[in-house]
C-alpha cells in the first residue's frame, strides 16, 4: 500500500537528489543498526519523506557519513542521521511488521510468514517507545479487515482508517504542530489508500478480492476516482502549507506536488491502464 510518497527524481537538482539518497540511506543504515540488516528488505522511499518534514519542521542536529555497505558494496554513499531519520526507520520496521502479519493472514503466504518473523523480533522495542502510533498501526489494520470482510462498498471507511493511521504516524511528539500534522497524515493516507484501490481495481477484479470500488458495483469510473484523489491530496497540501517549513522545503514540494502523482502513473503503466 506504499510506493506512491516518493519524490519525482527527474525534476530533482543533482544536490537535491544527494539529499534525498542520503535520507534515504541514512533510514536504511538505522534500520540495521537498531534492527536488523534483513529488516531493510521492507525499507520503502515513503520514509525518506516522513524524515523529511520532520526535520524541516524541527531541524535537529546532524550526523553525517560516507561509506559503503552490503546493498551498495562497490561506492561509498552519503548518509544523515538525527532523531527524524531514527523515528522513519522504527516506523518502518513497525509498517512492515503488521503489512507481512496482513499479507500472511489475507493469502499465507509462506514469505510473509518468514518477514513478520523478522520485523517481530524488533517490534516489541518499538512498540515500547512508541505506543500510541504501534497501537494505531494495529487497531486500524484490524479494522481494515474487519471492512474487507464485510465487503464494505463506502471508500471512505476503509480509506479513513488507513488515514487515521498516517495521521498517528506524522505525529513524532505532541506539540503545537501535532493538530496540523495530524490532518495533514490523515488526508495523505486517505490519499494511499484510495490510489491503491484504484491502481489494484482490474488486479483484484481478477483475483476476486476485496476493492472498495469493486463493492461499490459502479464499475471503472477513473474521472470519479481521480476526483478523490485531487481531493485528498488538496486537503494533505493544505495543512502542509500551514507548517513553517524551509530546510528541504523544495524536495517536498516536489514529492506532494509533483511525485505523489507519478507514484499513480507509474502504478497505472504497470498495471498496463
Request: proline share 4%; hydrophobic share 35%; glycine share 6%.
Amino acid at each position: 500500500m506504499f510506493g506512491y510518497v516518493n519524490a519525482n527524481v527527474r525534476e530533482l537538482t543533482p544536490e537535491q537528489k544527494t539529499r534525498y539518497n542520503s535520507v534515504y540511506c541514512g533510514i536504511c543504515r538505522q534500520i540495521r543498526l537498531r534492527s536488523s540488516s534483513a529488516a531493510r528488505l521492507g525499507l520503502r522511499y515513503d520514509m525518506a519523506f516522513l524524515a523529511l518534514l520532520h526535520m524541516s519542521l524541527y531541524e535537529p542536529e546532524e550526523t553525517a557519513g560516507n561509506r559503503a555497505c552490503g546493498i551498495h558494496p562497490i561506492k561509498p554513499r552519503p548518509w544523515v542521521d538525527n532523531q527524524s531519520v531514527q523515528y522513519a526507520a522504527d516506523m518502518n520496521v513497525a509498517l512492515a511488521y503488521y503489512k507481512a502479519l496482513d499479507d500472511w493472514n489475507d493469502d499465507k503466504k509462506l514469505t510473509a510468514k518468514a518477514m513478520s518473523g523478522v520485523f517481530g523480533k524488533h517490534f516489541a522495542d518499538i512498540e515500547t517507545q512508541y505506543p500510541r502510533q504501534c497501537a494505531a498501526i494495529r487497531e486500524n489494520i484490524r479494522r481494515l479487515d474487519e471492512l474487507e470482510e464485510e465487503n464494505c462498498a463506502n471508500p471512505d471507511e476503509p480509506a479513513n482508517c488507513f488515514g487515521k493511521l498516517m495521521g498517528e504516524l506524522m505525529v513524532c511528539q505532541e506539540d503545537l504542530w501535532a493538530p496540523t500534522l495530524r490532518k495533514m497524515g490523515m488526508a495523505l493516507g486517505r490519499f494511499i489508500y484510495l490510489a491503491d484501490a484504484a491502481m489494484d481495481y482490474r488486479r483484484d477484479q481478477r483475483r476476486k478480492k476485496y476493492n472498495p470500488y469493486l463493492a461499490m458495483g459502479t464499475g471503472e469510473d477513473w474521472q470519479r476516482w481521480d476526483q478523490y484523489l485531487i481531493l485528498a491530496m488538496a486537503k494533505c497540501t493544505q495543512e502542509f502549507e500551514k507548517l513553517p517549513l524551509v530546510q528541504d522545503k523544495d524536495i517536498l514540494d516536489n514529492i506532494l506536488y509533483s511525485g505523489v502523482w507519478c507514484g499513480v502513473r507509474r502504478k497505472n503503466e504497470e498495471e498496463g491502464k
